[in-house]
Structure formats: structure tokens, C-alpha cells
């Protein structure tokens, strides 16, 4: 009876000392802005402020905090903190002055499987090395020779277009942009074609949404990023991840094939991502003599990557510029009309769209009022003073460019489109980090002049043959899904013929 009393008595005693040392262990971090004289909301057990974000997103958790506490403060998802900073100098510093000090990207490492070793999350000297590999695949040259593969994705979008038109004139473009996005990077990213607008039951498609179902609200994120301490061992032994599995086989499984294919690369009139990357394929990971190449795993997690990356931010960006063009009939007739003046009748690629200028300043206008990415980050490796604050080592860094893009003190009337923000004259009059839909610094997107072009060869092509025109269904303001992302639930819009209005 005894021993039974010493047994139950040394498992309660371990119980309450494990509670206690779990607890002190998940709070220990929470005076940390206190000390460093940085404002935040209170964090409470466990989540830290996480629940905040998970309710409402990053967009509007960010700008609920930034209205109640200013350009910088702390949160903390668990235990973990963070710094939201939205003050043009300071990010300067970080971004780009000081970025030796902050190389780093925030990311859920260990969780995303195939995904772990892409550059987007890859730290110091490995991304240094992967970002001077792969930024040449992203140069003029390369990107003109994707030019076929854009064009053919474009001429399906006017086409499928103008089969419906007779039946119906009604077009949800958030669809119709993710179908053409899909295309675009099937095609640059895995040398794949795809024509998902006329067959949607594509084994690519289907798998493409499957992949890319993530909800920043679902249990397992929230306990990765609550708990990445006890989540990371347990995902591990089990084989969770965030990508679906079935989906992520099938993309690995795609890339394999070209990988092993004894196609030589670069023998075709265009060029894909997959080919260039496997010119630099090298599976030895020394780096003391810096430069080494791509390992087939990160080839396979670049791949990923490009895909999560451009499909659905372009696609998202595209269908908030029919949004606003359909809402401002003027805009799109300045636009139109400088599509004929400067392309005529030349094909739209990657030189000429380059010239046309005032639609560049509306897909900057409309990349400033719906930027697909909410916000960035980076993460201190080093103690680092920016201007006056200190900001310890392993410190995230939230770069809110919602907010950004929304300040009152840097935008007139942020809430009004307004293309002539970015004429040649007022554009020099815009701040550095004022404006970075793409983000900004040496970890700016790779994809930018890739998504651009895209963007600038699909409106060309459109606006050429229709006019966008709001409808009943047309959602004013346009309601957005709940992903990390900001982009529309759908994007109703009415066509009309352009050859059909003008002989009117
Ligand atoms: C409208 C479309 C797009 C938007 C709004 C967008 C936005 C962004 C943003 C905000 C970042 C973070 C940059 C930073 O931290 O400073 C980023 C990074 C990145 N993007 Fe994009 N992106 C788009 C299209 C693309 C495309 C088409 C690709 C590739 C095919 C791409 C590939 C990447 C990669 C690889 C990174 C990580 C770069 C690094 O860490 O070195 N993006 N993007």
C-alpha cells in the first residue's frame, strides 16, 4: 500500500512539475517587447496572439493591430515573436541597408515535406548560392523564349471566351485567370501542357487544386505553428505535412519524369524552369567552394515552389485588374487604346508589352490596393541596431505590405483606384518601401518580370477582343477568400465584343 502511495504521490509530483516547467517554458518569452520598448496586445498561454491571425487572417489581424498600436509592434504566435514593423526607414534598413543581418525567411520549417528545400525557404549561404543559380533562369533572354508558351495560354483564354460568349455573356474571371495562370506555369515551371479551361478533369488540374487546398485556420496549422516543438517530432515519425500527399507525389512524380528523361535540354524553340534548372543538376551539397548546383530534392521543391508561388498570385492580381477596369469603363478604353497605338498588330511577348506603359501603371494600382501576398518576412541572425531599436537574434520580422500599401500618411484616399499614382511623374515621388507588392531588397520576388509579362500579354490579348463590363453578379466590394493570400471568392464579369460594340 505504501509503495502504491510513493508511486501515486511521484507521478503527481512529476505531473505538476512538468505542467510547471511546460508553462514557464511557453511564457518565458513573453516580457521580451517590454524590454525592448515595443507596444503589442497582451499574449495569452499557449497561442500567444495566434488565434487572432487564424480568425481573421494576416490582412485584417494586421491592420486591426496596426490602427491600435502603430508602425511597430510585437505578437507572438505560442511563443514566438514577432515584430510587425510599417515604417518605411526602418524596413529600408532591414530589407536592404542591414540585410546581411536579416537573410532569413520566416517559414514552417520541417512541416511542408518536398517543399522543405526551396529557395524560398532556404537560409544564408544556401539561399545566397540557390538565388545567384537560379536567378538567370529568370533573365530577358529566357523569359522571351517562354514567350510561345504564354501566348498559346492566352489565345486559349480569348478563345474559350468567345465560345461561351453566344451561350452566355457572364464570366467568372477568378476561374478563368486560374486556369490561365495554370497553364502559363504548367508549362514554364514543368514543361507540361495543360489547357485546363477546356478540360478542367485534367489529372494536373485536379491535382493543382488539391495542393494548393491549405487553410490557415485548419487544427494541424495551428498546432504546428503553436507548438512546432512537439508538432515537428510528431509530423515527422507520422509523415504529415501541410501539401496533400496524393498531390504532391503525383508533381514529384512529374518532375522525376523530365528529370530522368534523356530529352536534352534546350533543344526546343522555348524553354521551361525544369530544363534550365537541370543544367546546373549537381547532387553534391560542399559548399566551401561557394557556388555548387541543385540537388534533384531542391529541383523537385523549386518546381513546387514556382507553382505555389505564380500560380495563384498572378491569377488573384489579374482578376482584381478586370475588377477595377470593369468599374472604371474609361480606364480600359486608356488602356485599349494604348494596346492599339503601340502593339498594332504585332503579337504581344515579352519585348513589346514592356512598351505599354499605362497598363503597367493600372497593374501597379491594382497590386498596391490588392497585393496577392499580404505581407513578408525575415528573421534577425544576428543582434542588430535599426535605428534605435534593438532587435535580438532570431527575432521575426513581419513586413505587413497591406498595410503598407493602405497607410493614410503615404497615400491619398488609399481606398481609390487610381493609376496616375504611378506615372512616370508621381512614381518618383513614391518612397522605398512604400510600394512592394513583390516584396523588396536582394529576396525580392524572382518571379516578378515573369508574372508582369504574363499579366501585360493576357489584358493585350483581351482587351483587344472585349470589353469588361460589371454585372448583377459582379461582387462590389469583391469578397475575398480566407487563405493567406488576398484573392476573390469569384470574379463575375459580363463581356462584350469589342468588333460588335464599334460597329454599333
Ligand atoms: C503577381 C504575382 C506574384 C506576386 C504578388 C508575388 C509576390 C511575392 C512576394 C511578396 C515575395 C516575397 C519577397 C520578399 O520577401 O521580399 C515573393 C517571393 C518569391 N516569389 Fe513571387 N510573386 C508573384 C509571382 C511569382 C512567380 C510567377 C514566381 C515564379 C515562377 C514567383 C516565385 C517566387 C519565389 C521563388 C520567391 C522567393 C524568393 C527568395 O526567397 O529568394 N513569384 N513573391
Not at 513573453?30 to 499574449?43: D, E, R
Not at 485534367?202 to 507548438?227: C, E, G, H, Q, W
Not at 495563384?312 to 485588374?321: D, I, M, N, R
Not at 490596393?369 to 534577425?380: L, V
Amino acid at each position: 500500500m505504501a509503495t502504491l502511495w510513493v508511486w501515486i504521490t511521484g507521478s503527481l509530483v512529476a505531473i505538476v512539475c512538468f505542467l510547471l516547467f511546460f508553462y514557464v517554458y511557453s511564457t518565458w518569452n513573453y516580457g521580451i517587447f517590454k524590454k525592448m520598448g515595443v507596444n503589442g496586445p497582451q499574449p495569452s498561454f499557449l497561442f500567444g496572439n495566434h488565434m487572432v491571425f487564424a480568425k481573421h487572417g494576416f490582412k485584417k489581424a494586421d491592420m486591426m493591430l496596426w490602427k491600435e498600436y502603430g508602425d511597430v509592434f510585437g505578437y507572438f504566435t505560442g511563443r514566438t515573436p514577432s515584430i510587425v514593423i510599417s515604417d518605411t526607414e526602418i524596413l529600408q534598413e532591414i530589407l536592404v541597408k542591414q540585410f546581411n543581418n536579416f537573410t532569413d525567411r520566416a517559414v514552417l520549417r520541417g512541416f511542408s515535406g518536398a517543399m522543405n528545400e526551396n529557395l524560398s525557404a532556404q537560409q544564408g549561404k544556401v539561399w545566397k548560392s540557390s538565388r545567384s543559380i537560379l536567378s538567370p533562369t529568370f533573365t530577358t533572354g529566357k523569359l522571351r523564349k517562354m514567350d510561345p508558351l504564354i501566348k498559346e495560354a492566352a489565345d486559349s483564354l480569348v478563345l474559350h471566351i468567345k465560345k461561351r460568349i453566344n451561350e452566355c455573356n457572364e464570366v467568372d474571371f477568378a476561374w478563368l485567370f486560374g486556369c490561365y495562370t495554370l497553364d502559363v506555369i504548367a508549362s514554364t515551371a514543368f514543361g507540361i501542357k495543360v489547357d485546363s479551361q477546356r478540360d478542367p478533369n485534367d489529372k494536373f488540374v485536379r491535382m493543382a487544386s488539391k495542393i494548393l487546398a491549405i487553410k490557415v485556420n485548419s487544427p494541424y496549422l495551428t498546432l504546428a505553428f503553436v507548438l512546432p516543438i512537439l508538432m515537428r517530432p510528431l509530423s515527422k515519425l507520422f509523415n504529415i505535412t501541410v501539401l496533400d500527399k496524393e498531390a504532391t507525389e503525383f508533381f514529384t512524380n512529374e518532375i522525376l519524369k523530365v528529370l530522368n528523361s534523356s530529352e536534352p535540354s534546350i533543344q526546343k524553340d522555348y524553354v521551361d524552369f525544369i530544363h534550365l534548372m537541370m543544367e546546373a543538376h549537381n547532387e553534391d551539397t560542399d559548399y566551401t567552394d561557394g557556388r555548387r548546383g541543385l540537388t534533384s530534392k531542391e529541383i523537385i521543391a523549386n518546381c513546387l515552389l514556382f507553382f505555389f508561388a505564380g500560380y495563384e498570385t498572378t491569377a488573384a492580381s489579374l482578376s482584381f485588374l478586370a475588377y477595377n477596369l470593369a468599374l472604371n469603363p474609361d480606364i480600359q478604353q486608356k488602356m485599349y487604346e494604348e494596346i492599339v497605338s503601340v502593339l498594332g498588330e504585332e503579337e504581344p511577348g515579352y519585348d513589346n508589352t514592356g512598351k505599354l506603359q499605362y497598363m503597367e501603371m493600372c497593374i501597379h494600382e491594382t497590386m498596391r490596393m490588392y497585393p496577392a501576398s499580404p505581407r513578408t518576412d525575415r528573421i534577425c541572425v544576428r543582434e542588430t541596431e535599426v535605428k534605435g531599436l534593438k532587435i535580438p537574434e532570431g527575432m521575426q520580422i513581419a513586413v505587413p505590405i497591406y498595410i503598407l500599401h493602405h497607410n493614410e500618411k503615404l497615400w491619398q484616399d488609399p481606398e481609390k483606384f487610381d493609376p496616375e499614382r504611378f506615372s512616370a511623374e508621381n512614381k518618383a515621388k513614391i518612397k522605398p518601401c512604400q510600394f512592394m507588392p513583390f516584396g523588396f531588397g536582394p529576396r525580392i520576388c524572382i518571379g516578378k518580370r515573369l508574372a508582369i509579362t504574363e499579366m501585360k500579354i493576357a489584358l493585350a490579348k483581351l482587351l483587344r477582343e472585349f470589353i469588361l463590363v460589371k454585372c448583377d453578379k459582379t461582387k462590389i466590394p469583391p469578397k475575398e477568400l480566407q487563405t493567406g493570400l488576398i484573392k476573390p471568392e469569384d470574379m463575375w464579369l459580363k463581356v462584350q465584343l469589342r468588333s460588335s460594340e464599334e460597329s454599333d
